[in-house]
């Protein structure tokens, strides 16, 4: 851990784990309750990404129930993915500077008591402020998860650590589709979408009792001043870039005014605000939201921009797929969520398994699973093309299968290598970062497959244009994959003449 950081509550220090040492400088005894507080961590991980996609198929029902229109739904979804991922940077600095399981404790409990205010949500408009907050709670819960998985291990324990929270991370964008269906359809298309919420509230409430109780309390030493700024003005810049880089993404179907387009210069003008006032901020001798320093490491570097890209194209697959299975092809809630579920089988077998052997292997394995992904995606394009529209859940199973394969082992793998040579008491900011690029991939990514998507729709709403309509908006899903590729395989390369 950094100068003047600790651990309080932790055991003897004779115990056999404890004698294990952090690498890179930080040297820090290893809690024998790590195992325990991961499984807390990831329980409370995979509540906040299922509230990502869940949401997709229950869309349908929200319309009925709360009488949305098609603005209101488009906010349901993106505005929970907005705020969550404005919060993710100013919220690792908070965890690394003032501790990480009080945030941790906090974001659990604020996303329980905004789950609550979904469900009983009486107006559209009402839930979709309620999914703002929930984003928000997101955001600050996230990245103290990646934040004490660095702390808390090292070495293989660490990979394997985050192989977990990439089978975390994998299966609960997979299987919100499944279980939101299974949800819907037990408790009726009316009201069913209200117990997507209310499912939270047990989850939480178990979370934050054994957050306590083993999640140890990680902080920095009160008389070190630099561990205690938290940078307002940057944590205010960052938060002003990424919205004026998310907004226009996610109401490129409802914002046709010229102004829309405009914020992405203006979130360039305020990015290099951004970095001046950092620089100028680590040259007072302050501690600033974001070292820059972070990114001189070609290994984080490469990461996120590895994740920004694979995101975009992996979260628009399921955004795009329910939408054409149940309002193209007719299918129910639950039957277009059992049509996703061989992905997140394939994600689930190979996520572990790229834990354990991403230190061997590197960004090539990265390679090897994106490739996976390409030829899967290409399966499923070439599956909705031969068949009927009624058999496409059937068609699609393989294909989908061998893709989610090669998404685990890209997801966990990243996170790994990405964070690998991170020192630990910048964990969490460095973790919010790589969420923020996943996130912004994923706005962009859902807004450029949706524009190709309903592009393809707009001679009129009949199978055909269904079927048509998913096809253009896998091809832009593999274009998003492709570059992915292009990014792992030149920094393996990078790492191959490193080593040689």
């Known amino acids: 851990m950094g100068q003047g950081e600790q651990v309080t509550n932790s055991l003897p220090r004779d115990r056999a784990a404890g004698s294990q040492r952090a690498t ?7 809690d024998p309750r790590r195992w325990k507080a991961l499984w807390v961590c990831l329980i409370a991980g995979f509540m906040t990404l299922l509230d990502i996609s869940i949401v997709n198929v229950a869309l349908p029902s929200i319309r009925i129930g709360l009488h949305a229109g098609d603005n209101e739904l488009a906010w349901v979804v993106s505005g929970y993915a907005l705020t969550f991922g404005l919060l993710l940077v100013p919220a690792g600095r908070i ?10 404790m906090l974001g659990v409990l604020l996303f329980v008591l905004s789950s609550i205010g979904c469900g009983f949500a009486p107006t559209a408009v009402f839930l979709v402020i309620a999914r703002l907050v929930q984003g928000l709670a997101g955001g600050l819960l996230t990245p103290q998860i990646v934040g004490l998985i660095q702390v808390l291990f090292s070495g293989q324990e660490r990979a394997r650590a985050f192989g977990l929270y990439g089978f975390t991370v994998g299966v609960s964008t997979a299987v919100g589709p499944l279980l939101g269906g299974l949800i819907i359809d037990a408790f009726g298309d009316t009201g069913g979408w209200r117990y997507i919420f209310f499912i939270n509230l047990p989850v939480g409430i178990v979370a934050i009792i054994l957050a306590r109780r083993w999640i140890p309390h990680v902080k920095r030493d009160r008389s070190d001043r630099q561990a205690q700024d938290l940078d307002p003005v940057g ?23 010229p102004l829309r387009p405009l914020l992405f210069p203006v979130a360039a003008a305020l990015l290099a605000v951004f970095v001046a006032w ?18 001189t490491r070609m290994s984080y570097t490469a990461g996120n921009v590895i994740g920004l890209v694979y995101f975009a194209g992996f979260t628009g697959t399921f955004f795009i797929y329910t939408q054409v299975l149940q309002e193209g092809f007719g299918y129910s809630a639950l039957l277009a969520g059992v049509a996703t579920t061989p992905f997140a089988l ?52 393989l294909p989908l299968l061998l893709a989610g394969l090669g998404s685990g082992l890209v997801i966990t793998p990243n996170q790994t290598l990405t964070l690998a040579e991170v020192p630990v008491h910048r964990a969490g900011i460095a973790g919010g970062v790589l969420q923020t690029a996943q996130r912004i991939g994923s706005a962009a990514g859902i807004a450029v497959t949706s524009s190709v998507f309903y592009g393809a729709l707009s001679r009129g709403h009949a199978s055909g244009d269904w079927d048509v309509a998913f096809r253009h908006g896998l091809l832009a899903i593999e274009a998003f994959v492709v570059v992915s590729v292009a990014f792992a395989l030149a920094d393996a390369v990078r790492g191959r003449r490193l080593q040689t």
């Open 24 to 30: 890179h400088g930080d040297a820090y005894e290893l």
């Open 95 to 104: 965890g690394d500077a003032r501790g990480r399981r009080p945030a941790f």
């Open 235 to 257: 944590v205010i810049l960052v938060g002003a870039t990424v919205g004026c880089l998310i907004v226009p993404f996610i109401e490129q179907q409802n914002w046709h005014s």
């Open 278 to 295: 950092e620089l100028r901020y680590k040259r007072r001798g302050r501690e600033p939201v974001v070292d820059f320093s972070l990114f």
């Open 346 to 397: 394939g994600s689930a077998v190979t996520s572990t398994l790229g834990g354990k052997v991403v230190n061997r292997l590197g960004r090539v394995l990265i390679v090897i699973g994106l490739l996976m992904v390409i030829v899967g995606l290409a399966g499923t394009y070439l599956a909705a093309r031969q068949v009927d529209d009624r058999s496409i859940g059937w068609a699609t199973a």
